[in-house]
C-alpha cells in the first residue's frame, strides 16, 4: 500500500463500536480512510462501507499521515504504539481518542516520540449511538499546531471539538464527563424503574420526563432502551464501560475528591455484569433495578 499525499487520507485503528463509526462518517464526508482491527469480522463489515483495509498496523501506517486509535485496553495502545515505529515511517501524528489512565497515555506518547511521531490524547464525549450520526464532542489535548490542523478531519466526525491544552487535559476532562454519565445512567434507571412500579406506562414516563426539567441528554439516550426492555443493540458495552469506572475512581481518589453519588453506581454496574450483561448496553443497569425492585413485566430481550 503505497504512502498518501492527500490531506484527505486518514487512518484508523480500532474499527469496533466507536472507530467504527469514526470510519463510516470520515468516509461519508468524503475522506479516505484505511483502516485496521485485529478482528476479521471488523476489518470486512467496514471494507462494505467503503474503508480500505490494511494487512496490518505498519501497512497502514506507511499509508496515512495521521491516524486515529480507538482501542479497548491499554495494552492494545502500546502494542499499536511499538508497531508504528518498528515501521521506520516518517512522522505521524497519531490521535488517541480512547478512554484511559493518564498514565497509560503518557507511556505511549514517550514510545511514540522517541520513534519521531507525535501522539495527541483525543478521547471523545458521546454513546455508540452518537457516534453514528457524528453526535461527539472531542476533548484534544497536546500539540496546538496539530489540533488546528486536523480540525477538517475532526469535523468529519464529530460536532465540535476543544483544544483542552496540554497533553492529559483531554482525558482528564473525560473523566469529569463520564463521571456524570455514570450517575446519569443509574439515575435514569431508578426513576423508570420507580414509575413503572408505581403503574405508570415506560413509554409515558419517557416522554413525559424528556419534555420536563428532569430531562437530561443520558436519559434521552438510555431510557428509550429501558422503554423497550432491549439492551442488545449497545452502544456501550458493559464490559468496557467497567474499564471506564475504574479509572475514573482511582483517579477521583488519586485527585482525593470525594465522589459519593459516583461510589453510589459501583455495585449497580457490577450487579449488571454479574447478571450476564457484559455484552449488553449500560442501560441494562434497568432491568437489575426492575428485579431488586420486583417489577414484572413481559420480558423482550435483556
Known amino acids: 500500500m503505497a504512502a498518501a499525499k492527500s490531506k484527505s487520507v486518514v487512518g484508523v485503528i480500532g ?86 489512565t493518564i498514565e497509560d497515555k503518557e507511556r505511549a506518547e514517550k514510545l511514540l516520540r522517541g520513534g519521531g511521531h507525535v501522539m495527541l490524547d483525543c478521547p471523545v464525549s458521546g454513546t455508540g449511538s452518537q457516534a453514528r450520526t457524528g453526535d461527539l464532542v472531542i476533548y484534544a489535548s497536546g500539540d496546538s499546531k496539530a489540533i488546528k490542523k486536523l480540525q477538517p478531519m475532526f469535523a468529519g466526525f464529530s460536532r465540535k471539538t476543544y483544544d483542552v491544552g496540554a497533553f492529559g487535559n ?30 405508570l406506562d415506560p413509554k409515558k414516563i419517557f416522554e413525559m420526563v424528556s419534555n420536563g426539567a428532569g430531562n437530561s441528554r443520558v436519559f434521552e439516550l438510555r431510557a428509550p432502551m429501558m422503554v423497550e426492555n432491549d439492551y442488545t443493540d449497545a452502544t456501550m458495552k458493559c464490559s468496557v464501560w467497567q474499564k471506564d469506572m475504574d479509572v475514573i475512581g482511582a483517579f477521583a481518589k488519586k485527585m482525593r475528591v470525594p465522589v459519593p453519588l459516583f461510589n453510589a453506581t459501583l455495585p449497580v454496574y457490577a450487579a449488571t455484569l454479574k447478571g450476564g450483561h457484559g455484552e449488553h448496553d449500560t442501560a441494562a443497569v434497568c432491568a437489575v433495578m426492575e428485579a431488586k425492585a420486583g417489577v414484572k413485566r413481559a420480558r423482550k430481550k435483556r
Open 170 to 199: 483531554g482525558s482528564r476532562m473525560k473523566y469529569v464527563a463520564n463521571l456524570l454519565v455514570a450517575i446519569n445512567n443509574v439515575a435514569t434507571a431508578e426513576a423508570m424503574v420507580l414509575g413503572m412500579k408505581a403503574g
Open 15 to 100: 474499527l469496533g463500536i466507536m472507530g467504527g463509526s469514526f470510519a463510516r462518517n470520515l468516509v461519508a464526508n468524503g475522506w479516505r480512510v484505511v483502516g485496521y482491527d485485529i478482528s476479521p469480522a471488523r476489518r470486512k463489515e467496514l471494507a462494505k462501507a467503503g474503508v480500505e483495509i490494511a494487512k496490518d498496523t505498519a501497512a497502514l501506517a506507511a499509508a496515512v499521515p495521521t491516524i486515529i486509535t480507538s482501542l479497548p485496553k491499554p495494552e492494545a495502545l502500546i502494542a499499536t504504539a511499538k508497531a508504528i515505529n518498528a515501521a521506520k515511517v516518517p512522522r505521524r501524528i497519531i490521535v488517541e481518542a480512547s478512554t484511559f
